[in-house]
């Protein structure tokens, strides 16, 4: 019974370790050799340290996109694992 709402869990932690930008800019600044750099750390810098914001927004848009197909990908594969009372 509890199935769907892992499956909620596992969707919002993929998407959020996707989207991981505090620790990195809080804690080392990308880190010695870019060891804590992310991809949204580097849309920030593309868009308010050189000043690329077409780059930034390009990169922003395919962030999206990454993240809509594994989301995708985790609902389809889903049906496998989650049980829901009300389908037979």
Not at 2 to 24: D, G, H, K, R, W
């Amino acid at each position: 019974m509890i199935s769907p709402s892992i499956l909620f869990v596992i969707i919002i932690q993929t998407m959020y370790n996707f989207q991981m930008f505090t620790e990195a800019l809080l804690l080392s600044k990308g880190g010695p050799n870019y060891s804590a750099y992310t991809f949204v750390y580097n849309i920030y810098k593309s868009a308010f340290t050189d000043l690329k914001f077409s780059m930034a927004m390009t990169q922003s848009i395919f962030l999206f996109a990454v993240i809509s197909l594994v989301t995708l990908i985790l609902m389809k594969v889903s049906n496998r694992f989650v049980y829901y009372e009300g389908e037979r």
